[in-house]
């Protein structure tokens, strides 16, 4: 995999933050978040990043416990708030500027999200962490970062998981599961791979946005891979 990308748009699960159980904020595993992010902003690069809320609060799981599934959503969109807030922090404190950008107005929290503010901060060398989803509920944070992607025109979208890439089958439970290094959206979607939800895919599809799976709690992996290092799987437009 040949890149070159200057703009990224990092997303980052809520659970990852957990540490191992997944649950709160393991405070080692934000400070190693923090520590390759920024290190790769002082390599010239803009990051951009949304983070999820599922360490915190999971809308549609709360929904099967009969939650209403509006409000449930609201909940997590403020859970990713939460994570954001404390992603800043770190960052911050490794000498990084980073900002808080909701998607809905909530001030002094977090400065209400507006593109062109938000692209400026990049271009000054600052970390826009870009919260609340779409601001909307039946959205994923998944389809917020594909959106959000598209709007601050990234070179591409990076899914930081557990997981060094995509696989014929989840590796975790088939350890005949098979690596790919690279594959197309619409391939992606034929074959049932759960990379993204539907709706990002389909953002990413018509706005021709390529997305890189891969493993971000490996020390290195994000400043490899936004060097040209083979690292994780891409998937294409």
């Known amino acids: 995999m040949e890149m070159d990308y200057k703009r990224v748009l990092l997303k980052l699960s ?14 080692g595993r934000l400070a190693d978040y923090a520590s390759e992010v920024a290190s790769v902003v002082r390599e010239g690069k803009q990051v951009a990043i949304v983070v999820g809320g599922g360490n915190i609060f999971r809308g549609l799981q709360g929904a099967g416990r009969g939650f209403d599934r509006v409000d449930g959503d609201k909940m997590g969109m403020l859970a990713t708030v939460i994570n954001s807030l404390g992603l800043a922090m770190a960052l911050r404190s490794e000498g990084v500027a980073a900002k808080v950008f909701s998607a809905t107005p909530m001030e ?24 609340g989803g779409t601001g909307n509920p039946f959205f994923t944070t998944d389809s917020g970062a594909a959106l959000r992607a598209l709007e601050i025109h990234a070179d591409v979208l990076l899914k ?28 992606a979607m034929e074959k049932n ?39 994780g799987t891409l998937v294409h437009p």
């Open 193 to 231: 791979l759960k990379v993204m939800d539907l709706t990002a895919f389909a953002l990413c599809s018509e706005g021709k946005m390529p997305v890189v799976i891969f493993d971000m709690n490996k020390k290195g992996n994000l400043s490899s891979l936004l060097k040209g290092g083979k690292v």
């Open 108 to 131: 002094p929290v977090a400065r209400y999200y507006d593109r062109d503010t938000a692209v400026a901060f990049l271009e000054s060398g600052g970390v826009a962490i870009i919260a």
């Open 160 to 187: 930081g998981t557990r997981v060094d890439g995509v696989y014929t089958a989840d590796p975790e439970k088939d350890p005949s599961a098979v690596k790919f290094d690279e594959l197309s959206l619409t391939e």
């Open 14 to 27: 809520g659970e990852s933050l957990g540490g191992d159980r997944g649950l709160g904020i393991d405070e």
